[in-house]
């Protein structure tokens, strides 16, 4: 089932549609179902900020006894412009320059990624607190991170820390990885080392991004690190990444009482496919919601699995388990692109296959149907069906046509973009959802996983050559929304 079902989030293969994609590519076209929002006003406190990932920025991969990662060893022939992000956007070193763009931009947040591999080289140390301190931790690591938090807090920006974007420590991989339950526990040490001691100043945390994408790109599909594509692994990634949330919660929470904490969800209405045979579609695209936004939502809020995903997880879950994967949050965040498209094959495997979105519907450069309705629908769920929580948008933009030359600094497309999203966001609060912010993906374009540098999602460009930052025109109109709040019309 699950090899079919993850064809549809296939990056590469959505890619191939996407062929020839024009500059108007990333326009939304089309009615969409939710009301347009009577106000386009934005509370005074809304967060306004941008999203961001270690590896895909940092570079410096062997800077101060930082250890590989399973992305360091993804082989660059299976990256689609063949590069690797051994430089990416260098702000392992340029992050100051960086923290200054967000800042002069009136953005009071950022959200960027702890690389485990710099704080916990070898993922195995023996992490318990000694009486020296803790064992097995990098200093230089976190001493870098100490800095990069103070170098935002300097300016006025909040750091939201994801601890978990996919850049597992090679030597935990090469020990099972998400298969085995253990790598939940160095999961949980980890995360009480970053927060015990940058915990007096990092008050905002991210325990994941994205688990799905990484159970099913990463296990499933083989297109992400760590390039496994098996499906026997699904349940025990799923289950491991869900585990290793609430243990890292309960962890981060007992040492301290004073933080934020949240998660990173890529949620996605599931759609079926139309025809005759449309209630069977209906079937197989519920089976597919149940894993990719059932299986992770559920235990969080519910302490439960949906039974499709159960079924996967079963082998591995234990009694009590969905005690410590339920845990209050205090946000849930929410990255979206896309809506997903089902429909029912009764020759494969689940019966459950990938569908196209429907005919002409305007397409990302990934292939995907630019949808803002579908934002709309997740927001709604979430108030109907997960008791309203705390919800930040925590990624939320659009790439350039992919392209090995140099982005388009004109970006008018993308500000396009991001108002109708945001106009489901307002729609949605008005609706009752609890929404407190919107994080845009991303301030500078940058090594964007399987498609390398081809793929720019920017509010900045980035000259690879030099590193020298051009703001586009999406910088200016995200700037001008976040210190007024007025969403302008187009
Ligand atoms: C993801 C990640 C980001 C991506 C972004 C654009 O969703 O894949 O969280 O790392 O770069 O989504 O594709």
């Known amino acids: 089932m699950l090899v079919l079902m993850t064809m549809q989030i296939t990056r590469r293969h959505a890619a191939l549609g996407a062929v020839g994609a024009a500059l108007s590519a990333c326009a939304p076209q089309g009615a969409s179902p939710f009301a347009a929002p009577r106000s386009r006003t934005f509370p005074d406190d809304f967060l306004w900020g941008v999203a961001s990932a270690a590896f895909q920025t940092e570079g410096a991969l062997a800077a101060d006894g930082r250890g590989q990662s399973v992305w360091d060893v993804f082989p660059r022939e299976r990256i689609h412009d063949g590069s690797d992000a ?212 559920d235990p969080v809020f519910k302490g439960s699995y949906p039974k499709t995903a159960l079924g996967m997880v079963e082998s591995v879950l234990r009694e009590g388990d969905l005690t410590v994967t339920r845990q209050p949050l205090d946000f849930l965040g929410v990255n979206y692109y896309a809506p997903s498209y089902m429909r029912f094959d009764r020759d494969a495997p689940s019966h459950l296959a990938p569908a196209d979105p429907p005919p002409g519907v305007t397409l990302d450069a990934f292939g995907r149907h630019i949808d803002p309705s579908g934002l709309f629908e997740v927001l709604t769920r979430l108030r109907d069906a997960y008791g309203n929580p705390r919800v930040i948008i925590t990624e939320n933009g659009c790439s350039d046509p992919f392209s090995d030359g140099p982005a388009m600094i004109d970006d008018r497309f993308r500000i396009e973009y991001v108002r109708r999203h945001l106009e489901a966001v307002m729609s949605a609060m008005e609706a009752g959802a609890n929404i407190g912010g919107y994080f845009h993906w991303t301030l500078i374009d940058n090594w964007e996983w399987a498609e390398g540098y081809r793929s720019k999602f920017g509010l900045v460009a980035m000259d690879r050559t030099t590193g020298v930052r051009t703001p586009k025109a999406s910088y200016a109109w995200f700037k001008a929304l976040a210190e007024s709040g007025e969403l302008t019309t187009a």
């Open 86 to 297: 051994s430089v990416a956007c260098d702000s392992y070193r340029r992050f100051s320059e960086d923290v200054g763009l967000i800042a002069d931009a009136g953005l009071k947040v950022h959200r960027l990624s702890i690389a485990w591999p710099r704080i916990v080289p070898d993922g195995v140390g023996a992490l318990r607190m000694m009486p020296a301190g803790w064992a097995g931790v990098n200093q230089a690591g976190l001493d870098h991170y100490a800095r990069v938090v103070d170098a935002h807090l300097e300016r006025g920006v909040t750091p939201y820390a994801t601890l978990f974007h996919w850049d597992l420590p090679l030597a935990l991989q090469e020990r099972g990885g998400w298969r085995e339950r253990d790598t939940a526990q160095r999961f949980a040490d980890y995360a009480a080392v970053v927060s015990e001691t940058l915990g007096d100043r990092l008050k905002h945390f991210v325990v994941l991004n994205e688990a799905a994408v990484h159970a099913v790109l990463g296990h499933v599909v083989g297109e992400h690190a760590p390039g496994q594509a098996d499906a026997a692994l699904l349940g025990p990634a799923i289950h491991h990444q869900n585990l290793a949330q609430g243990m890292a919660i309960q962890a981060m929470r007992a040492g301290r009482g004073d933080l934020t904490i949240g998660t990173t969800m890529a949620l996605m209405p599931s759609r079926a496919a139309g025809g005759w045979l449309a209630p069977l579609h209906r079937l197989a695209a519920d089976d597919f919601d149940e894993v990719w936004n059932g299986a992770f939502l």
